[in-house]
Nanobody, 123 residues
Framework: QAKLVESGGGLVPAGGSLTLNCVGS????????MGWYRQVPGKEREMVAV???????NYRDSVKGRFTISADDRKKTVTLQMNNLQPEDTGVYLC?????????????????WGQGTQVTVSS
């Protein structure tokens, strides 16, 4: 059974840094993207940073220059280095991996999510 496990969240003061890690297992097919999303109560889940394995890396405007994503599809790991954290960065950070499996007669897209890790930035 596929699983994504995040770690590295915590409580930091404004201006501090955290590194989030995600390790995947049991992922089916070829990985196409790996990324991080953020969930805040009362708001829709929002993209923070996503790395297309054979394409560009996209960041949310508010984190550009402060966050850096690195992804290794062979090791099935994705890391988010977060610097100069601000209170508005607070939320549950979820790891996401997309993959596809193809066969001459069929193809299937997979979308995997971790349980999330809490990041809290105090002012």
């Amino acid at each position: 059974q596929a699983k994504l496990v995040e770690s590295g969240g915590g409580l930091v003061p404004a201006g501090g840094s955290l590194t989030l890690n995600c390790v995947g297992s049991g992922i089916v097919g070829t990985i196409t993207s790996m990324g991080w999303y953020r969930q805040v109560p009362g708001k829709e889940r929002e993209m923070v940073a996503v790395k297309d394995i054979n394409g560009p890396t996209n960041y949310r405007d508010s984190v550009k220059g402060r966050f850096t994503i690195s992804a290794d599809d062979r090791k099935k790991t994705v890391t988010l280095q977060m610097n100069n954290l601000q209170p508005e960065d607070t939320g549950v950070y979820l790891c996401n991996v997309e993959s596809f499996w193809s066969h001459p007669l069929d193809s299937v897209d997979y979308d995997y999510w971790g349980q999330g890790t809490q990041v809290t930035v105090s002012s």
